[in-house]
């Protein structure tokens, strides 16, 4: 086990990948807790699952004081991530954008292997997206689109992070394949995170 040193210097996505391989992989997982996360319906709920709990702590979401809106987002992560099947290489946009980078092409007039597997119109809904319930649901509704194969580290760092422009600037260019020129990701740090 790390010192608490150690495991302050890891990412949240590290820390994240690391829960959903004791916890949501369906070949090494709890298969129990995977299911019950996968079967609620608010924060209030997963409360009462204790890996999800679990979660929160490694994440550093409970303690004192307690701030709400962190230890919401832990929660709702512990539930998105209980959807996830396969921890791959790819994130969730290079997933679920396009194969090449668009230029004026209409989805329509695009190759079909090419197209993105979620359309432009629930990609700017997604963009739009607030925390809370509407995150876990669009987030869950996007795993199941791409069939639940995606980064888990890049994932849950940017779930805990969706509130960041820059998280969603740089969705933008990974769904329209320009991710060459995306804005880089900066760890949040201190309380902002």
Excluded: K
């Excluded at 303690?63 to 994130?91: C, F, I, N, S, W």
């Amino acid at each position: 086990m790390s010192s608490p040193t150690e495991g302050a210097m890891r990412s949240r996505g590290d820390t994240a990948r690391d829960w959903w391989s004791s916890t949501c992989d369906p070949q090494r997982g709890d298969s129990a807790a995977r299911a019950r996360l996968r079967r609620c319906h608010s924060a209030m709920e997963t409360l009462s699952i204790p890996a999800a709990v679990g979660l929160a702590r490694r994440l550093g979401a409970i303690r004192e004081p307690l701030d709400e809106r962190r230890l919401g987002d832990a929660l709702g992560l512990a539930r998105v991530l209980a959807h996830v099947t396969t921890d791959t290489g790819v994130t969730a946009m290079r997933a679920a954008g396009w194969g090449s980078f668009p230029g004026e092409r209409r989805e329509a007039d695009a190759d079909p292997a090419q197209r993105p597997r979620l359309s432009e119109v629930r990609f700017r809904r997604l963009l739009q997206t607030g925390s809370g319930e509407e995150q876990v649901f669009m987030f869950t509704r996007l795993i199941r689109l791409i069939g639940g194969e995606v980064n888990v580290a890049a994932l849950a760092r940017d779930y805990l992070a969706w509130y960041w422009d820059s998280t969603r600037h740089r969705w933008a260019f990974e769904y329209y394949a320009a991710a060459v020129a995306a804005p880089a990701f900066v760890q949040p740090t201190g309380d902002e995170s």
